[in-house]
């Protein structure tokens, strides 16, 4: 699939806890298919937050 915004882009998939993301290497949108929005965030809520990184000051 061609990114709408870039015309000339074509559409990369990944994929991020089990959901399949389309999004744009050169002006990097991302596209959802129905219901996958919802499905991430279903998910995350499920994740613990990430830990704080220590600085390196």
Known sequence: ???PTCIDAV???TSRQGVE???CPN???VWLDRGELDKL???AGNEPPPRPQASSA
């Open 1 to 3: 699939m061609q990114c």
């Open 11 to 13: 559409l990369a998939m």
């Open 21 to 23: 993301i389309d999004y």
């Open 27 to 29: 002006c990097r949108g």
């Open 41 to 43: 965030i279903e998910r």
